[in-house]
């Protein structure tokens, strides 16, 4: 009786984790937003936060697209390149169609369709001719890097005063990256209730399952990786509006980082598990470590190191605590 009395904490509390795997990403979020209040309370203020999501939004995007890889137990290297192509892409084009609203309308449809574009190279290379993933979008990465470079050679190239002044406006003294943020989430809300991402999941969990069972597997990881470019896409779309430049390495050191946001979040490398609430709140965490970083007057040499360390101990933490959670 004892035994059977004791064993029902945990087991609610491993049926919470599994519905709930971003828990232990909240908490350390939460940790160090106060840290972060304690350090510089002004990072707190509207104005503070606002930064921080204006700043951060692109990673988060970055590490959602990567989650629907993840998803189906695949990886993306490439989509820190797949930003960096977009990015130059639509400054070029909206350089040299000018920057009427028409125009940068006609620029985002564009970068949409490069980012599409480029995830379903992936998704080709990596599912239907059965590369390495990690080989193959690394691969593509220097080659979507190359394009990049071709496109716009020298970073620098500004964007247009009505792209910039828009991403970092206001609206009904509301600012624009609160209801870009807001559009994203409900996008994101409807997406992971679609077939595609409950199939990426089961591809995730057991592909030969999934396969026997009729599912299409090829075509589900290619649609894996297509939104990641889309998301990629999106993500360059803010770096612009953010920078109101071009760079053709932007999104060079952005990949990594994304995936460290995937794993801090709780999703699974291996597949079949995981939410892109946690891969968020993963890119935010990220984004407060580099803040609350700079707070405590880190010296500039130490920087890089510390923000490393942090996040790997944050890695650490949250993998052990989902561990544990769900043993």
């Given at each position: 009786?004892t ?10 509390l491993?049926?919470?984790?599994e ?18 209040g ?21 990673l ?7 989650t629907?890889v ?8 490439s989509?820190g ?17 000018g ?17 599409l574009?480029?995830g ?7 599912a ?6 990690v ?10 890097t ?15 005063r009505?792209?910039w ?5 206001r609206?009904f ?8 943020a807001?559009a ?18 089961a ?22 990786y ?9 993500a ?20 990594l ?20 609430v ?9 984004g407060?470590?580099n803040?609350?970083?700079y707070?405590?007057?880190?010296p500039?040499?130490w920087?890089n ?10 890695l650490?933490l ?10």
């Open positions: 009786m035994a059977v009395v004791a064993t029902k904490p945990a087991g609610r491993k049926r919470v984790f519905r709930y795997p971003f828990l232990p990403a909240l908490v350390i979020f939460i940790v160090l937003l106060a840290l972060n304690v350090f510089s309370p002004a990072s707190l203020s509207a104005r503070g936060l606002t930064g921080l999501l204006s700043t951060y939004l692109a988060m995007l970055l590490a959602v697209g990567q629907f993840v998803y189906a137990s695949d990886i993306d290297f989509n390149a797949i930003l960096s192509l977009v990015n130059v892409v639509i400054i070029v084009f909206m350089e040299q169609m920057g009427s609203g028409l125009t940068v309308t006609m620029a985002l449809a564009v970068g949409i369709g490069v980012g574009a480029c379903l190279v992936n998704g080709i290379v990596v239907a001719l059965r590369l390495q993933a080989v193959a979008t690394f691969a593509t990465s220097i080659f979507f190359g394009l990049a470079l071709y496109v716009l050679p020298v970073a620098g190239t500004p964007a247009p009505l792209f002044r828009t991403y970092g406006g609206f003294e509301i600012p624009f990256v609160v209801f870009a807001l994203i989430a409900l996008i994101v809300y409807l997406l992971v209730r679609t077939r595609l991402v409950t199939r990426l999941l591809v995730g969990d057991d592909a030969q399952a999934a396969y026997q069972s009729g599912l299409p597997v090829t075509l589900i990881r290619i649609g894996g297509a939104l990641s470019g889309v998301f990629a896409a999106l360059a779309f803010c770096v612009t509006g953010d920078t109101a430049s071009g760079d053709p390495l932007v999104g060079a050191k952005m990949t980082f994304g995936v460290a946001a995937v794993v801090l979040g709780g999703t699974a490398l291996s597949g079949g598990f995981g939410t892109v946690g891969s968020a709140l993963g890119a935010f965490i990220i407060l470590i803040a609350l970083v707070f405590v007057g880190t500039s040499q920087q190191l510390v923000q490393g360390l942090v996040i790997l101990i944050a650490m949250g993998i052990m605590v989902s561990r544990r959670a769900r043993a």
